[in-house]
């Protein structure tokens, strides 16, 4: 059975800091992955979706990156703002059922 | 404005009472999704379609029922079956080019 952790889940860094967050996934038979911003209270907001042949896309200050064999995505965020705020959940489709299985998000906020 | 509507934003609902949940899309998707979010949780499948007249349970499909009469509208029932209710409550629709999930505000439903 397919699961995803997302490890911190919690994290606070200082306005302007470089950061990383992480998304792992135990089984490699994967379709897509994708990673969404969620404000509280709010709906999820799509940021990037990474194909299973691909290994990385990038959006503005987003960079995600997949490694299929290793079970693993980053999502990187350059140059942090507040406005980064938000928790970041991602999400495998599984190749086998075509349904996708969320992590349960890193609460992310950046410091002014 | 191409995008989903989810409505009411809010819900109150008495023990022993059905409640319905609307959902609407003007994206021209066929692939219509339910999930739930719980504090500390991942979104969780309730139900989904792939197609007018058909949709299929998910992993917590009991004590909830669901129509898909037309492309645009998937609304969702939570009945007095339902032990647990209260929760956070997304629809989805999905792209069939890149299976890229898109979703709605959400409806935060209480039971009091």
């Known amino acids: 059975k397919q699961e995803v952790t997302q490890i911190p889940a919690a994290l606070s860094v200082p306005e302007g800091e470089n950061l990383v967050l992480n998304c792992s996934f135990t089984d490699s038979a994967i379709y897509n992955l994708q990673w969404f911003r969620q404000d509280p209270g709010k709906g999820l907001t799509s940021l990037l979706l990474?194909?299973?042949?691909?290994r990385e896309q990038t959006s503005g200050r987003l960079n995600a990156s997949l490694d299929k064999s290793s079970g693993r995505s980053t999502l990187y965020i350059a140059a942090s703002q507040p406005g980064d705020s938000a928790t970041y959940l991602c999400?495998?489709?599984?190749?086998?059922?075509?349904?996708?299985?969320f992590g349960t998000g890193t609460r992310l906020k950046v410091l002014a | 404005d191409g995008g989903i509507t989810q409505s009411p934003k809010y819900l109150f609902r008495k023990e022993g009472q059905n409640v319905t949940l609307s959902c609407e899309q003007n994206l021209n998707h066929d692939a219509m999704y339910w999930y739930r979010q719980d504090p500390g949780q991942g979104l969780r499948l309730i139900y989904y379609s792939q197609i007018v007249n058909d949709f299929q349970k998910g992993d917590i499909a009991e004590g909830y029922s669901v129509s898909r009469e037309k492309k645009e509208s998937f609304p969702l029932t939570v009945t007095s079956a339902q032990k647990n209710p209260t929760a956070f409550y997304l629809c989805a629709s999905q792209d069939s080019a890149y299976n890229e999930q898109f979703f709605g505000p959400g409806t935060r439903l209480t039971v009091l």
């Open positions: 999400a495998v489709e599984d190749s086998g059922t075509y349904k996708y299985i």
């Open positions: 990474i194909q299973s042949s691909q």
